[in-house]
């Protein structure tokens, strides 16, 4: 009986050890992530609520809880890159240029389409360019949307709420945004004067960017969400 007891113990620390060696050599950390939480800033929109299911999933494979904070698009972007966040939840590739502290992750979370709506649906839409005779109205920190229109005659706005406001309104000649949520708000407020002009300004994907202090769980994440 003895021998078969040290047999096991033996059996457990060389099980024990073998474990641990997988685990450093994967560079995985040895604190459980049971407790780890990171909290994700975004614009408000649908968009981002959908992105954001995506995210919790993916991280809960990698044992780290998601939390949210919806803010205007310009200031979110401006708190992850000071690091009160740790990170966005999704954006369009590009923005690092100007907000260096933010990591995008390679794998595109999902794509999204550029589009104008108005309520002249006389308007004829040929890409960016063919807006540039109107008067539009976006959100601000919408980049997709103020990059593609820069040099035209543009009003920004907060939120996309008051953007379809002022159009419906006549006030302005058409506002841009991605097509989800333009057809989320258009539904939402019951705006049946406002149409979707075809084709799309563009065509993107989006991705997820986390704080470089996060660096580490880039391979990490971009595997997750590669295998969803």
């Known amino acids: ?10 059996w457990r620390w060389i099980a024990r050890t073998f474990l641990l060696t997988a685990i450093l050599s994967l560079g995985f950390p040895l604190a459980s992530r049971g407790q780890e939480s990171l909290l994700f800033a975004h614009a408000s929109g649908p968009t981002a609520e959908l992105c954001l299911r995506v995210l919790v999933e993916a991280y809960d494979h ?5 939390r949210d904070k919806g803010l205007p698009a310009e200031r979110s972007l401006v708190e992850s890159n000071k690091g009160n966040f740790d990170g966005e939840v999704v954006r369009m590739k ?3 240029a100007h907000y260096p502290n933010l990591i995008p992750v390679a794998v595109p979370i999902t794509s999204a389409e550029g589009m104008a709506f ?17 008067s539009i109205i976006i959100r601000r920190g919408l980049k997709f949307a103020e990059t593609g229109t820069r040099g035209m005659t543009v009003v920004l706005v907060s939120t996309y709420a008051e953007g379809f406001k002022l159009v419906s309104r006549g006030r302005y000649d058409l506002t841009v945004c991605d097509r989800l949520a333009g057809y989320y708000f258009i539904r939402a407020h019951g705006y049946t004067d406002l149409k979707a002009l075809e084709p799309p300004l563009e065509t993107f994907h989006l991705y997820h960017y986390l704080h470089k202090k996060h ?3 880039i391979p990490e994440i971009t595997a997750a969400l590669a295998q969803m």
């Open 62 to 66: 990698i044992g780290i809880s998601v």
């Open 215 to 217: 660096a580490p769980l």
């Open 1 to 10: 009986m003895a021998s078969i007891k040290v047999y096991l113990i033996r």
């Open 118 to 134: 108005t309520k002249n649906l006389a308007i004829v839409v040929d890409g960016w360019d063919s807006l540039r005779p109107y």
């Open 94 to 96: 590009g923005i690092e």
